[in-house]
């Protein structure tokens, strides 16, 4: 008899800082959200990138209004990541129709957006391959594009805001959905047995999201660094591109680690430390699709720390500051 694979629970929960457990990890944090924030908190992380080096970041349906602006992984490109001689964007197609469904049409949608200063890997333009998902309880592999193996070392570039289904969308989603390949890897996440397409949800859906994504940074163990830039964070994917949701929240800054889960648990506490009225629809999305399981999944399945030290690139002597700190003088958005 098959043993029947239940979800955890608890991901509509916010776990505040001081009921958690266990080491602490570094994560970068700077008010500047401009090309050189960027560049600031990159060169805190660079040093583990070597080689051939994938850059994944979500490059947008058509026109997305919410995407990281292109001119500022461009002067990051230009500036920083020249000095690799084997650099690439990557992204994989989508799973539903839309804009980056094909290749073709992918193709299309990264010469509309302004993706043309640099080279463009969609991994799974020609097929697929398997990594393995260690003690994983949904997966033993995922089916990631074909490319992701032939490169030496990663670099998730994600623009951290709300999700749809996930409930917000860190370095986690970044890599778990948009390393899966568009027909394979993103339906055994999103639909397993299931003739809904997108039947799986909550729980479930936030533990295979982790289990892809833990496939992908065991292969680049000690050779991948993570940055979310928390900047026009609509509660929608930017894969809903012209049609997402407002952005209400208050942007920000740009948060870096080499610790996965510490990046984007750090993104969330400064959601969360953010004004009960700036933060209120972001922090309701996260909790109504139960989006804090991904965090509670990635410490059980040995991502990383939930605990983190601070570290405040913007003062002279990189101080340590807590999240409430960091957000002092946010600016409410005002459209």
């Keep these: ?97 839309g804009d980056r469904y094909t290749t073709e049409q992918h193709r299309e949608t990264l010469e509309v957006n302004g993706w043309t200063f640099a080279p463009v890997d969609i991994m799974d333009e020609h097929g697929t391959a398997a990594l393995p998902v260690k003690n994983g309880k949904w997966f033993t592999e995922m089916i990631v594009g074909e490319s992701l193996p032939s490169y030496d070392s990663f670099l998730a570039l994600t623009h951290f805001k709300g999700h749809t289904q996930g409930g917000f969308g860190g370095s986690n989603k970044n890599i778990g959905i948009g390393c899966a390949d568009g027909r394979i890897g993103k339906k055994m996440i999103h639909t397993g047995d299931h003739a809904d397409m997108w039947a799986i949800r909550t729980e479930e859906l936030m533990e295979r999201i982790t289990e892809s994504t833990k496939a992908t940074i065991d292969h680049f163990a000690g050779k991948i660094a993570y940055i979310n830039v928390l900047r026009n964070m609509s509660v929608s994917c930017d894969c809903e591109g012209l049609n997402a949701a407002p952005v209400v929240t208050p942007n920000i800054g740009i948060v870096g680690s080499f610790d996965i889960l510490a990046a984007d648990q750090a993104s969330v506490d400064l959601v969360y430390a953010l004004e009960e009225e700036d933060h209120k629809d972001l922090v309701e999305r996260i909790e109504s699709r139960h989006g804090h399981r991904q965090l509670t999944y990635m410490k059980e399945m040995g991502m990383g720390n939930d605990r983190y030290v601070l570290i405040d690139l913007d003062s002279g002597d990189e101080r340590r500051i807590c999240p409430k700190t960091a957000v002092e003088g946010v600016t409410p958005f005002a459209g």
């Design 1 to 97: 008899m098959a043993v029947k694979i239940t979800p955890g629970a608890g991901g509509e929960y916010y776990i505040p800082y001081e009921n958690r457990t266990g080491p602490e990890s570094i994560v970068y944090f700077t008010r500047d959200l401009s090309p050189e924030g960027l560049r600031k908190v990159y060169r805190k992380l660079s040093g583990v990138l070597c080689g051939k080096v994938a850059v994944k970041l979500h490059t947008g349906e058509k026109n997305g209004p919410n995407i990281i602006p292109r001119p500022w992984v461009r002067e990051l490109f230009e500036k920083e990541l020249s000095a690799f001689d084997d650099v690439s964007i990557v992204e994989t197609n989508t799973y539903y129709e």
